[in-house]
């Protein structure tokens, strides 16, 4: 077998798997959609609407190139009789066709919307580099395709619209729905044209930088563990679509180093995979990282914003959709929070348990569905007497979905906060006095190898068995509380401070390449009375040591869950995980616990 035909067999497989992959949600947009690309069909009648193939030839980010996409008009709407209009585009690697974009479409002009779904700049049929919904490039041509509903513009075939509701001339009532890579082009395409009018981010990113490369320490300016697992099947996606899609159009192809992405987006994911860290090239990942981020651009955002994040995933954690969520309420931005099951890394789309599966049609029926409507009743409706919900609501998977689809969801004004203290032992208990603290010190080493497994984002993809999670004897250390004598119930992002002595890590971390640094790799298990040891959500705090000569805190990624009765909660430190980049060179690590002297781990408790 040549190596093209093993490399197209190998796409095939992840565009075949994708039903079954834990990235396959039904919540809209999809991550990483089919790269199966659907050619336009002529306007079409189904149901009560119309759809319309459209191209339109914008420019961006110094190329011109064509958007592919798609018209839906419900049967009563006209000049007379005008209806706001929904905007959406796909996840990274699909497309206007995929099943959740397109079921978007659907069912907003279903509910008297008009609908504009596009296939992304660099996917589906639309032209362009692939440039990670960056606001200069991808959110300047969302805002020309704003024009066209405004009926400022045509598409290229001479269509235009009078039919959208207008605040004013030039500017149409629209709002913006999609998730992950069609979640963050919401915000950017609002940062740069502020006659959007809601927005609903689903399953998106704050900072890129921290996504692909994060680092749970409390100095943010270090770079972290890159996520070589979702970071490379990215880029095999995006740099692999001639193999499936062999006449791609001119404007979609860059240069032989770097086929299909923007230069400085190859040039990240190369400094990334080296695992090298020198200043130069870690000032340049950050800058460029943030620059296609949310986190530089909210500012500019003030567009009324629901986000809804999922709980089971690993790609982009709760505290992603926190930290959007803070500096948009700190700014007077009118933002609300849903924190959902299903997220990119699995979890329920069952609709009788709340959540949203547009596919299905349940926007009525499902908690996020309804408060979905809602946001988009208020908004772009401007029914003044929405409700549009609580400032914050999460899914609690241990509620019985019998329960009603409300029931599922616990609300709240704000996220919690921290709550309860627990002290590392140093006998390996996790203690809730300081005076149960018992002198001790423990050590464990990293191996050249990864010893610790969490989540394997490329196994579902190609549809191998992913193990449960396990840690290697030698390369972790755990500290455990006594069976819980009633249920806990942890809503937010846990704390750790913790003092770690590492002389082989002290000898070099200070050599200009902050690869040398100590990387671990905090979390929380749920240790049942059988004995059985669930990792929360597969979920894993990477954290690059800022200097082992002093204290550090390391945040844990947002959860919801609830440990019952007789269950024990475990924190471990552990050297690696092989979904992540790790140490250089085997540094051996030693905590050590006294009553005055001794690591924290700080919960937020709600019960």
């Known amino acids: 077998m040549s190596r093209r035909t093993a490399s197209r067999r190998a796409l095939a497989r992840i565009a075949a798997s994708r039903s079954r992959a834990p990235l396959a949600l039904a919540v809209g947009a999809a991550l990483a959609a089919p790269l199966a690309f659907v050619a336009p069909a002529p306007a079409s009648a189904t149901g009560h609407y119309t759809v319309t193939p459209l191209k339109f030839t914008l420019e961006a980010g110094g190329r011109s190139c064509t958007v592919d996409a798609d018209l839906y008009r419900p049967a009563t709407v006209d000049a007379a009789h005008p209806a706001p209009a929904v905007l959406t585009t796909n996840g990274f690697g699909g497309s206007k066709s995929d099943g959740g974009t397109a079921a978007t479409g659907k069912a907003f002009a279903e509910r008297g919307y008009v609908g504009l779904v596009y296939s992304g700049l660099g996917f589906g049929e639309s032209g362009c580099l692939i440039s990670l919904d960056d606001p200069k490039i991808d959110g300047r041509a969302a805002s020309g395709l704003v024009d066209f509903l405004a009926g400022k513009r045509a598409a290229d075939d001479g269509t235009t619209v009078d039919y959208v509701t207008k605040d004013a001339k030039a500017d149409p009532r629209v709002g913006m729905i999609g998730g992950s890579y069609g979640g963050a082009i919401q915000m950017a395409t609002a940062a740069v044209d502020h006659r959007v009018d809601a927005l609903v981010p689903m399953i998106t990113w704050n900072d890129l930088g921290y996504s692909l490369d994060p680092n749970n320490a409390s100095d943010r300016g ?66 460029y990282a943030r620059s296609v981020s949310p986190v530089s651009y909210l500012p500019k955002v003030k567009t009324p914003t629901l986000l809804i994040q999922g709980q089971v995933d690993s790609l982009f954690n709760l505290s992603e959709a926190q930290a959007t969520y803070e500096t948009l309420k700190a700014q007077g931005t009118t933002t609300k929070m849903i924190w959902q099951s299903s997220g990119h890394s699995g979890g329920l789309t069952d609709p009788a348990s709340g959540e949203l599966n547009i596919s299905e049609g349940n926007l009525e029926t499902s908690y996020v569905g309804k408060r979905v409507l809602s946001w988009f009743d208020r908004y772009l409706r401007q029914n003044k007497g929405a409700d549009t919900g609580p400032a914050f609501a999460y899914h609690q998977d241990w509620v019985p979905a019998d329960s009603g689809p409300n029931g599922t969801y616990a609300t709240a ?56 999670p396990h840690d290697t004897k030698g390369t972790y250390l755990d500290w455990t509380t006594e069976p819980l004598t009633a249920p806990m119930d942890v809503v937010g992002s846990a704390k750790a401070t913790l003092k770690v002595v590492s002389p082989r890590t002290e000898r070099v971390q200070n050599s200009g390449d ?42 844990l990624p947002g959860i919801v869950h609830r440990y019952e009765t007789g269950h024990k909660l475990q924190f471990v430190v552990a050297a690696s995980d092989d979904a992540y980049g790790g140490n250089r060179g085997v540094k051996p690590v030693t905590v050590t616990s006294a009553p005055d002297d001794t690591g924290t781990v700080e919960l937020p408790v709600v019960r």
Not at 423 to 445: F, H, T
Not at 451 to 462: N, R, V, Y
Not at 530 to 551: C, F, W
């Open 222 to 287: 270090v770079p972290g563990a890159a996520k070589w697992q979702w970071m490379n099947g990215f880029y095999l996606i995006g740099e692999g679509q001639p193999l499936l899609e062999p006449s791609l159009d001119p404007s979609r192809v860059n240069s032989l180093t770097c086929l299909h992405f923007v230069t400085k987006a190859c040039e990240t994911i190369r400094t990334l995979n080296s695992g090298r860290y020198p200043a130069d090239r870690t000032e340049a990942l950050q800058e």
């Open 413 to 468: 004004s704000k996220v919690p906060a921290l709550s309860q203290k627990l002290y590392l032992s140093g006998d390996g208990k996790l203690v809730d006095n300081r005076k149960k603290v018992a002198r001790g010190s423990r050590e464990y080493r990293n191996w050249l190898i990864p010893t610790s497994h969490s989540e394997s984002s490329l196994a579902g993809i190609i549809g191998l068995p992913d193990p449960a």
């Open 514 to 555: 902050a690869a040398d640094k100590l990387v671990l790799f905090a979390k929380l298990y749920d240790i049942a009375p059988d004995g059985k040891k669930t990792l929360v959500h597969r979920l894993v705090s990477p954290a690059r040591v800022p200097d082992v000569t002093k204290p550090f805190t390391v945040s």
